[in-house]
């Protein structure tokens, strides 16, 4: 083959390669995205952003999910790495970014307050800025081994409405539907999470 | 003057005689990326079919985590305090800080020693497998390993590790760019080799990666970086060389050595019993040959080595002349290296015919088909610079009877200055007519003719030359010369030369001219140098931009 036959066929390899995960990303704006399984399922599929997700934050006993997006709204990339896990999602309405889901070990909440928590066995914190417009604010969900913080920046002249419907698409799962999953992926022959051992 | 050739041909040597490559015989110097390039090319391949197996066959993919568990929990029962912190400390190499520092250590080193070609690629691989692993591990979405507690760091999908992609990329690059081919590399294969086991075993040991995402991403970074420096900056064009000297010149050794002395005999018939690098300070357009040719007795013949290196800079050479004269120089580069030397060795024969002194053309010898070509003409042997001898008349009327015949036959030189104007035997012999051109500008003709004057002059003085060329030339043709020619359009040796001279020829020769025209306007600007000049300009920011990235972004 000739050089330009190469080159030609590496850069095609690399559109290839780099437009999959990109065209997905335009198309159905889902890949990566960490997607709550379905609850009335007996062994709901468990997607593996979401096990990404839990493997980030071991200690967490409740993972954030997408339940469904809404019209409008789109996933941004999931960035999960050693103790965080973090996502966005973009609205056409509310700008890039509109909210911003973190899961952490823990997180400060010293300048939010707490009120009734929409989601069992969490506590949750609310901290919320006055931008002239829009809506800044942040929410916390705190519970046994994590911390999942919703920040908002909300543009556009629709102030505050659009959290409930954000609130609304986002959900907690718990950690025992993954663990069962992967025993069930794996026919019990390895499970999500390990038991630390010597010399960790 | 002596017209046409100026000696008999070397094709009179006794015995020689030239022999066809019969069809499916590889040429004297095959183009081939190596055996140990094909192996990495076919365990990409063996990766690429796992990739799919992986992520069409789900008994596949669980066969796949079941085996890769299965190896990581022997590793995890292993484990030991001071182990741990060996691990750790081994697989701080597959870092971000530590890929950046390694990244511009190479820019350093090659940037002092100017291995442009080497940097290009360099800087390709990085992007190249940066984007690949980054955009299959976002495809695959396999997780980290699971079952097994996770002890070091880790960032996003495990298949392939990016990290391992990457550092064994930028380590290969490193080997390939910096380290001279031969024993010393060999040694540094083993050392590239070590280096990505032990981090591989570090990744394993904390459970940062699985067993085939480390394999696999080293499988990506090795071929990549392989294939692309073995295609793009290969040992046999451009060397790991840490000698100041001219790039565009090739290595005349080892393969290559035995290719061309191989080649002659077949295709010419010729027996090369000594191949010398001749006058390189004086060539960057080719690597320039002296042949000693078996016989009775022995003789001398001239090559030009011409490659795709020499094509590359050809394109930039005309690219810039555009650049900087606009539509008068505008003219189009060679598209190949075939046509490049089917070019000179033609042009060679046109002037031969209209009974110039040049060496007589002695056939063009393939070593690589379409790659790397030798032009073989007559050596002026024992032949001197003319400006290392004394000129007397004969000599200047013989460089203007060049000019005068060139004029008659349609052709201008246009590289015209003391190193490719020689004197043997008290005859002038021109050379290097690769920038030669058929049915020239007026322009171009007239600069020819001042040049030459000017060179002339160098080692005799302007009164004399002028007056000799009142012989052949009108006052009008010899004041257009003048008008045409100035700084720019004289050849960088000859602009050097007349400098040295203490004294301004140019001006004593303009001081000569019964009037003086006018000066010939150069820069002409036309849709096409606009259009390019936007372009270079482009490039020249996006490059920047891009350099800027890669100084300062996190490599993973």
């Known amino acids: ?200 | 003057m002596t017209t046409g050739y100026a000696v008999d041909p070397a094709r009179s040597i006794p015995g020689a005689h030239s022999r066809r490559r019969p069809s499916g015989e590889p040429p004297p110097l095959p183009h081939r990326i190596n055996t140990s390039g094909r192996w990495w090319l076919a365990f990409a391949s063996m990766v690429v079919v796992s990739w799919i197996l992986v992520a069409t066959i789900e008994r596949t993919a669980v066969a796949l985590d079941v085996a890769d568990h299965a190896v990581l929990e022997r590793i995890a029962s292993i484990r030991t305090p001071w182990l741990t912190r060996l691990m750790k400390v081994i697989g701080l190499a597959a870092t971000g800080w530590a890929l950046q520092i390694l990244w511009l250590a190479n820019l350093v080193v090659l940037l002092i020693w100017r291995r442009w070609r080497h940097l290009i690629v360099w800087i390709g691989v990085g992007i190249v497998v940066d984007s690949i692993a980054g955009s299959i591990a976002g495809s695959m979405q396999r997780p980290r390993p699971m079952g097994v507690e996770i002890l070091g760091d880790w960032s996003g999908f495990a298949m392939p590790s990016v990290p391992m992609a990457i550092l064994a990329a930028f380590s290969v690059n490193t080997l390939y760019a910096n380290v001279p081919a031969g024993h010393h590399r060999q040694v540094g294969k083993l050392i590239v080799g070590g280096l990505l086991a032990a981090v591989a075993a570090s990744r394993l040991y904390l459970a940062q990666d699985a067993p085939s995402d480390v394999l696999f991403g080293a499988v990506i970074g090795v071929t990549v970086s392989l294939v692309a420096f073995r295609l793009f900056a290969s040992n046999e064009v451009f060397p790991v060389s840490y000698h100041r000297g001219r790039a565009a010149h090739l290595p005349i050794d080892g393969i290559r050595l035995a290719a061309i002395e191989r080649a002659l005999k077949d295709q010419l018939g010729m027996i090369a019993v000594e191949v010398k690098p001749f006058g390189l300070e004086g060539s960057g357009g080719s690597t320039p040959l002296r042949i000693r040719v078996q016989g009775e007795p022995d003789c001398y013949v001239f090559g030009k080595l011409y490659a795709a290196t020499h094509l590359r800079a050809d394109r930039w050479y005309k690219l810039g002349r555009t650049l900087l004269y606009g539509r008068l120089e505008d003219e189009k580069p060679f598209n190949a290296v075939r046509r490049l030397v089917q070019y000179e060795d033609y042009v060679l024969r046109l002037l031969g015919e209209a009974g110039l002194p040049v060496p007589r053309p002695l056939g063009i010898v393939e070593l690589t088909p379409e790659r790397e070509y030798l032009l073989v003409m007559e050596f002026f042997d024992g032949a001197r610079e003319i400006g290392e001898v004394e000129i007397d008349d004969t000599i200047i009327d013989e460089g203007l009877l060049v000019i005068r015949r060139m004029w008659q036959a349609g052709l201008a030189h246009r590289d015209i200055k003391p190193a490719n104007l020689l004197v043997k035997d008290g005859h002038l012999r021109v050379i290097d007519s690769a920038f030669a051109q058929v049915r020239p500008s007026p322009w171009r003709q007239a600069v020819d003719l001042a040049n030459m004057m000017l060179v002339l002059a160098l080692r005799s003085d302007a009164r004399r030359v002028y007056d000799r060329t009142r012989l052949q030339f009108d006052e009008k043709e010899i004041a257009e010369a003048f008008a045409a020619t100035r700084g720019l359009t004289m050849p960088s040796q000859l602009r050097r030369m007349l400098r040295a001279q203490g004294h301004d020829v140019h001006a004593e020769f303009l001081k000569l001219l019964p009037y003086q025209l006018p000066p010939v306007r150069i820069q002409r600007w036309s849709v096409r140098r606009a259009g390019l000049t936007l372009v270079a300009l482009a490039v020249a920011s996006v490059a920047l931009a891009m350099a800027l990235q890669l100084l300062t972004s996190n490599p993973i």
Request: proline share 4%; aromatic share 8%; glycine share 10%.
């Open chain 1, 1 to 200: 083959m000739t050089r330009r036959g190469v080159a030609a066929l590496a850069g095609l390899a690399l559109m290839a390669a780099s437009g999959c995960s990109g065209s997905f990303e335009v198309g159905s704006s889902t890949v990566g995205m960490p997607q709550c399984p379905a609850q009335q399922e007996r062994a709901p599929e468990v997607n593996t952003a979401l096990l990404l997700v839990a493997q980030s934050v071991p200690t967490a006993t409740r993972l954030p999910c997408v339940r469904a997006l809404d019209v409008g709204w789109t996933f941004q990339r999931l960035d999960a790495r050693t103790d965080r896990a973090r996502f966005s999602l973009d609205s056409d309405r509310n700008g890039v970014k509109a909210v911003t889901v973190t899961l952490e070990r823990e997180c400060d909440v010293s300048a939010a307050v707490e009120v009734t928590s929409d989601e069992a066995g969490t506590h949750r914190f609310d901290h919320s800025a006055s931008p002239t417009a829009g809506y800044r604010g942040d929410r916390f969900y705190v519970y046994d081994g994590g911390c999942v913080t919703y920040h908002f920046k909300l543009g556009g002249k629709t102030g505050a409405e659009s959290v409930p419907a954000i609130s609304e698409m986002l959900q907690f799962v718990d950690r025992e539907v993954l663990r069962r999953y992967v025993r069930d992926y794996s026919d019990g022959r390895f499970e999500l999470d390990a038991a630390p051992r010597a010399g960790g």
